[in-house]
């Protein structure tokens, strides 16, 4: 009997297999996921992530702890966000001065995005909530406020990192709008402002060497 995996899961499921049978070697912790600049986190497993410009890095420790440091005598940034409960991705910027993760939320068929950006006297800019991508699609789906917030993923980044492609995708429980019709932003990294909203055709004609091919179909 085949197995069907239905679109509301079709994106998760992508990474999370790839980790559930390795998850206690941790052979795939840091390892590439969709695309080179976004990372793979395991359940129970460490993962260090160090900046482009060799300068930062993010510790995941095995159960979940964020911790950001530099590595040229800078204190250690705060970290006030929650502990993340993989399976789950992380991106740095191009830049080093920020990083985004997807937070799988212990399942893998759901995700949560927060994004941190490194200020000046130690401290973290965090948006642990998807906003607003959420509003936003809320408001273009016509959603009520019953239904759960859409899935945020971060893909990875453009304009050099400047801004953050983003997918939006209804939860496979009490979904909010049509999971095939997925949305993909182009986001602010500076304010999480909106600069563009991407149809599937441009989303796959622009950035389809980042997403996983299953997300277009045949």
């Known amino acids: 009997m085949s197995t069907i995996i239905s679109w509301p899961r079709l994106i998760v499921a992508l990474s999370f297999f790839a980790n559930f049978g390795v998850a206690q070697n941790c052979r795939t912790a840091g390892t590439a ?4 600049t976004l990372r793979n986190i395991v359940a129970d497993c460490p993962g260090r992530f160090l900046s482009p410009s060799q300068t930062f890095v993010v510790d995941i420790s095995k159960d979940g702890e964020v911790s950001v440091t530099g590595l040229s005598g800078e204190k250690e940034f705060k970290w006030r966000g929650p502990n993340i409960d993989p399976p789950a991705m992380l991106s740095w910027s191009p830049k080093s001065k920020a990083f985004f993760i997807n937070d799988g939320q212990g399942s893998g068929l759901s995700s949560l995005f927060a994004f941190s950006g490194l200020e000046r006297m130690g401290s973290l800019r965090i948006n642990p909530s998807s906003r607003p991508p959420c509003p936003f699609y809320r408001r273009k789906n016509g959603c009520p406020n019953a239904p759960a917030d859409p899935n945020v993923w971060g893909v990875g980044w453009a304009d050099g990192g400047e801004n953050v492609i983003m997918l939006v995708q209804a939860t496979a429980s009490e979904p909010c ?13 500076s304010d999480g402002g909106i600069v563009e909203e991407l149809s599937k055709p441009k989303l796959k004609a622009r950035f389809a060497s980042q997403i996983p091919a299953a997300m277009f179909g045949r």
């Open 33 to 36: 996921a969709w695309n080179p």
């Open 177 to 189: 709008g049509q999971p095939e019709k997925f949305m993909g932003l182009i986001v602010r990294e």
